[in-house]
Each structure stands twice: as C-alpha cells, then as structure tokens.
C-alpha cells in the first residue's frame, strides 16, 4: 500500500523479504569435516528444503528404529521438518522427548536450545523468544562443536531480527561468524548474508554491502550457483539504497536462478515487485508496469499476495496519466482488502480513488469513495491517515461549492490536529493564550480603577453637594426632614442607575468576549487550514491562496510592477526519503520530516516562504528575487544538510536533497500562470532525479515565447526554442 508521508509513491515489496524471507529458514546444515552420525539424516535434511511432507514420511519410521547418536540426529531433523511443515505441535513434543534422554551431551543441549529458538520464532511469540534467549550464551559457551556453537548464535540473531531488534541481531550474527571461522562453508555464507540483512535493517548500508559481497564471494569460491534468495535480498539492499541500476541487476539474476531452478524456494513474486519498484525510481514507467503485472499474474497463480503490486502498479499508471486504468485497478484493490478484512488497504485504496477522480476532473465522483476512506479512518482511529485525507476532502468540497460541508470537516480537522499537534506548536499556543490571559487581566485591572476613581468623584460630589444643602438650609428645621427624604431618594436613584450601568457594561463585555473567542476560533481554522500539521509549515492551499492575491496585485498595479524582481519558485524533494520510511517505519519518516523542515526554516531568508507541497516534496518561495540567486540558496540547502545529519535510532543519517526551480512569472510582462513555473521547476527536479539527484537544476528566462506556445507548456520544446535558459551546476 502507499506510504502515508509520501506523495504518490510506490512501495516495493519490502516488507521485504528481509525479515519474513528469515522466518522459515533455519540454521541446519552439516558442518565441513563433520560427517553426520548417519547417511539417513542428511537424506532428511535434503529432502526437507524441497518437500517437507515426504522428509516427514522418511523420518518418522527411521526415528523410532534408531538409537543413540543416530537417533538424536534423525529426530533434530524431523524437528525442523514438522517446523517446515508448520506441525508446531508436533515439533514441541519431539523436542521435550529428546530433552528427556539423559545421554544428551553439551552439544546436543545446544542444538535442541536452537530447535526450540526455531518453533519460538516461527509462532512469533516474544514471550518465549526471551526466556530462550537468556540461556543461549553458557549453552553455546559449553558446546565443543564450533559449528553448534555458531548455528545456534546464528538462530538468536534470527529471533533478535524477527524482534525488530536489530543492533542484538548483528552482534549475535558477528558472533557466530567468529564461531565458524574463516574458512568458506555453507553456513558462513548464510551468516555472512543475514548479518548483511541486519546493518540493511539499522540503515548501515555500507556495512550490509560489505557482508553481501563477501557472501557472494564465499559462494563462488564453494563452486555454488546463483542462490535466487540470496539475490533477491542483496538487490533489495541496493533498492534501499536508490540504486535501481545496481538492484535491478541483482534482481534480474535473481529472477533467472528462480526460472532455472522451479523446485528451489524462492518468493518470485517480490522478484517482480522489486524489479517494478526499480524500474519505477528510473521513472520507466513502461517496464515497471510490465513487472508489476507479472507480481499479479504470479501471485494469482501460485496463491500470492496479489495486492501489494496491483495497488503499486496502479500508482506507476496514474503517475503515467493513465487515468482510468489506474482507477480500475484502485477498485479491484479495494475488493481485494474487503475481502480479507485489511482495514488499512481499504482506506488506502479509496482515497486513491477519490484522488484519482480529482485528477480527472470528476470531483463529484470524489465524495463517496473519499467518505469511504473517512469512515474507515475513524473506525479504526488511524489518525495520521485521517489527518492527510482531511485536506484532500476539504479542497473537494471547497471547490465543488459546499463550504458548509466544508467548513464541518475544517472544525474535525482542527478538533484532531489539536489532540495531536507536536511541542512546538503547543509552546506556541500556550505563549500566545499567556499573552492574551496578561492582557484580559490587565485591562480588567484598569476597569477596576477607573470605576474605583469615578467611584471617589461621585462620592466627593455627593458630600460637597450635602454640604452645600446643610448651609442653605441650616436655619429651615422645618425642613429638615423633608430634604432628608429628598436626599434618600437621590441616593437610592444614583445607586439603580449605578447598579443598571454596571448589568449593562458586563453584557457588554460578555458579548465583546464572544465576539474575541468567535474571531479567534476563524482565524485558528483559517490558519491550520494554511499549515501542514507534521511540520508546521505553510501548505499547498496556502500557496495556492499566495499566488492567487500576488496576481490579482501584479494585474491591479502593472506600472508598480515592471522592474520588480519575479518570485523565485524551488521545489525540493528529500532523495530516498522511502528508505527511511520503509526501514524505520512512518513515525520515524515523520521525524525526519520535522527535522528536514527545521533545516529549511534555518536556511531560508526573513523575507521568504517554506511550503511542504505534499509527502516529501518542499517549496521554498523566495519574493522579489531574480534567478541569479538560485544557485546560492541552493547551495545553502546542500550544505546545511551535509552538516547536519539526522540522528536515526541511534544512527546518523546524512541526507541530500535534489531541488528544482524557475522565475514566477518567468517573462516580464506576460503569462501570470504560477502553475507553469511550478511545472518547470518539477520539470528540473525530476531531471536532477534521473542524474543521481544530490544536485540542483533550474530555468531562466529566455526569448518572450508567444502566447499559444505558453499555453501549451511544453518545458522541452520552450528549451529547444530558446524561451527557457538552463542554468545547472558544473560539478558533475
């Protein structure tokens, strides 16, 4: 299925056959020089890798006949067999049966530690994988047989990768290479490769090559032929990688071992899919598609899984602009995962289709399937998929003229980002709703006074004036209680329209208050309905709203404009951003993502803006600036990224960027269509792809094309026609 953060992105087959491959293959091999106690387990042994059943069928028999060494040798065959053929049951009861036989020697009491590190591993259960664990070092230290010693250390590193725990799965594999030695055998060259699986697992690729290579090596020097498994995970490192040359050459030997060898097994669907996925980065569209249908056709065939490549192949076609194929493939897809309940794949294959009918212009056909999504999102309560189709549907809506169903979903999409909205932007709102708390406080701090002073003034008023009616009237004692009462009165009345003043002043102010927290409110959604909720930063609606008002001022004032400096577009996009994602999984792509924008927002000037434009891809919009500065900013993004690694699970990860961009508008005085500049600054970006990325490429100026020529847009014939000037780097 397509990666959350990426931005119509394939997804190979990765899963990938890195740790699933391992799960089914034991360390179970005679060591050189070491001639098995009898003929007949090696008989067992072999049979077993291509026919497990008939391995059972042979073993069982000979197992309750047999004695002593002969016995223990047999009955560990018939173990891994049962494993192979999933009997758990039956392997766990064998496996108690020979701990029981008193004869059993510190040799065999490693081996039977490794068969039960086997069965632990092929249920899944930490819970027993632990436990086994923790007794391998005195038992694998006891051992006297160095093979033992290292099949067994080998089998932990297998649990540890199963366990995702990959830093204890290398050390435990390097270990048993130092128990094997350096002389070639079979089963240094199974070790050699699944260390080499381990580094590709922590993103030490170097490491993982290395390993790969002296395997391959070992191989050739034991006189073997090509091992299509092996192959097909050495190719995968070099697709983690972004070497699709180097994977697809791999892969391609891969395929042939498989095709010579029928009976051997090997998962030739994740052949095809890796090769599709190569061919895809190489952007060949027309080969990627031929090897994802044959993932399809092979899985279809040979009971597979049919829908990793058809969801990837039907990506390749909408990215080819073929629409409809893409959309029927989408919706087989989406059978496909409600069938076998795949949540996931359901909400991923309908905002697909729901994207892709955007892309056809048919938004109104959008709703549904995109409702679809929404529905199972919630469900499951999957939110980071919730919070990247709530832009898409709110767009939809928006420009099907519904904004009340649109502004509905803006206030979940709020309501959601505030649950999860990252510390920075908490530290920020809790900044702001101090400030704003000061202020109320301060103002109703000078209400306070100044109803306090105008308070005094009425009261100094009253006792001058009662002071004033005393000596008027300080002979009239008959009138004495008369004006009294009259003063009582204009007291009392005083105090009521005091009382009214201040009821009238709070509903007021309770209204005003109202009207603050209403004002606010549209401003948060306007606001969050501008920014990327991972990053923080401006998002394509708010662009697209930059671009429409810096137009409508170019067009208003056309004599203030001319001699301005364009906006310089660049568009940036992260190189082999789907390792990242792939080999550390999404919440670490998200990290990287917050980082990489943070370098971003370091390089770029006061007067600029940093837009995430969708999954990995960036704008960096630069005002008023000419495209002889392109190469400085550009340079400035390499160098930032080169000094500043991003620290991954304990490792450091230096990333590079490939970045293209072009003048808005690019003729002085002609076409004020943005999206042209965004087409060429894509145009440049994806020729910096093709190149071996790591470098930037953009467009300048050249003769004023005619306004049919610009219309049409076409980037390669505007080069050739000399209406755009390429202005490249001269590193090589």
Request: aromatic residues 6%.
């Amino acid at each position: 299925m397509m990666v959350s953060n990426l931005h119509g992105s394939v997804q190979p087959s990765v899963a990938w056959m890195f740790a699933l491959a391992l799960l089914v293959s034991g360390f179970s091999m005679p060591a050189p020089g070491d001639a098995a106690p009898v003929d007949a387990a090696q008989r067992i042994q072999a049979l077993r890798d291509t026919d497990s059943a008939a391995a059972i069928s042979m073993a069982e028999p000979l197992f309750q006949s047999a004695q002593g060494a002969a016995r223990f040798a047999i009955g560990s065959e018939l173990v891994e067999s049962y494993i192979k053929a999933k009997r758990i049951d039956d392997a766990n009861s064998l496996v108690a049966q020979l701990a029981a036989d008193p004869t059993v020697d510190n040799d065999g009491r490693a081996t039977l530690l490794r068969l039960q590190l086997m069965v632990a591993v092929s249920v899944h259960v930490d819970a027993e994988i632990d436990p086994l664990a923790e007794q391998v070092t005195a038992v694998s230290t006891a051992a006297a047989n160095r093979f033992i010693r290292a099949e067994l250390l080998a089998q932990l590193g297998q649990a540890r990768l199963v366990q995702s725990r990959f830093d204890d799965s290398a050390a435990a594999f390097e270990q048993a290479l130092d128990a094997v030695g350096q002389n070639d055998s079979p089963l240094r060259f199974d070790v050699l490769q699944k260390v080499g699986v381990a580094y590709a697992q922590l993103g030490r690729y170097p490491e993982s090559i290395e390993s790969f290579s002296a395997a391959e090596k070992v191989n050739a020097r034991l006189g073997r032929g090509d091992d299509a498994t092996f192959l097909l995970r050495f190719g995968g490192v070099f697709l983690y990688t972004g070497d699709a040359t180097r994977a697809i050459s791999y892969l391609s030997r891969a395929l042939a071992a498989s095709e010579a060898n029928p009976g051997q097994a090997t998962n030739r669907n994740s052949i095809y899919n890796n090769l599709g996925t190569a061919y895809y980065g190489l952007k060949n569209f027309e080969q990627a598609a031929i090897f994802f249908r044959k993932a399809m056709d092979y899985a279809r065939e040979n009971g597979g899984n049919r829908a990793s490549p058809m969801n990837n192949l039907a990506n390749v076609l909408r990215e080819w602009g073929r629409d409809r194929e893409a959309l029927d493939l989408f919706r087989e897809y989406e059978q496909i995962s409600t069938s076998s309940g795949d949540k996931e794949g359901m909400g991923v294959a309908a905002k697909n289709i729901g994207e892709t009918y955007i892309k056809m212009g048919e938004r109104s056909k959008a709703i549904a399937p995109l409702e679809r999504a929404y529905a199972i999102y919630s469900e499951t309560d999957y939110r980071p998929k919730r919070l990247e189709l709530f832009p898409v549907m709110i767009e939809n809506l928006d420009a099907l003229g519904r904004p009340a169903d649109a502004l509905r979903l803006m206030r979940e999409f709020k309501v959601l980002s505030d649950e999860i909205i990252n510390v920075e932007s908490r530290e920020r709102i809790s900044k702001l709703e101090t400030a704003i708390d000061l202020a109320e406080k301060q103002k109703q701090l000078k209400d306070s006074e100044r109803d306090r002073s105008q308070q005094a003034a009425a009261i100094s008023e009253l006792e001058s004036q009662q002071g004033f009616d005393r000596r008027i009237n300080r002979g009239m004692l008959l009138a004495i209680a008369a004006l009294a009462i009259l003063i009582v009165l204009q007291v009392r009345d005083r105090w009521l329209k005091a009382r009214a003043h201040r009821a009238l002043t709070a509903k007021s102010e309770e209204i005003e208050e109202q009207r603050r927290a209403l004002v606010s409110l549209n401003e948060v959604v306007r606001r969050q309905s501008q920014e990327d909720v991972l990053t923080g930063l401006k998002n394509r609606r708010f662009l697209s709203e930059w671009m429409a008002e810096s137009n409508q001022r170019r067009a208003a004032d056309v004599d203030a404009q001319r001699g301005r400096e364009p906006t310089l577009l660049i568009m940036i996009d992260i190189d082999h951003f789907k390792n990242v994602n792939d080999g550390y999984g999404h919440a670490t792509g998200d990290q990287v993502l917050i980082e990489f924008a943070s370098i971003l927002r370091d390089c770029k000037r006061d007067s600029d803006l940093i837009i995430r434009w969708g999954g990995e891809e960036f704008v960096w919009l630069c005002p008023d600036t000419p495209t002889s500065a392109a190469p400085m900013l550009c340079e400035r993004v390499r160098t930032a990224l080169a000094a500043r690694p991003t620290l991954v699970e304990g490792d450091h990860i230096a990333l590079t960027a490939s970045m293209g961009f072009a003048p808005h508008p690019i003729w002085d005085g002609q076409s004020a269509d943005w999206q042209l500049s965004m087409r060429i600054a894509d145009h440049a970006l994806y020729q910096c792809k093709a190149n071996g990325r790591d470098r930037w490429l953009g467009y300048a100026a050249g003769k004023t094309p005619a306004p049919e020529t610009i219309r049409e847009g076409d980037v390669v014939a505007l080069e050739a026609n000399g209406n755009l000037m390429r202005v490249a780097a001269t590193r090589s």
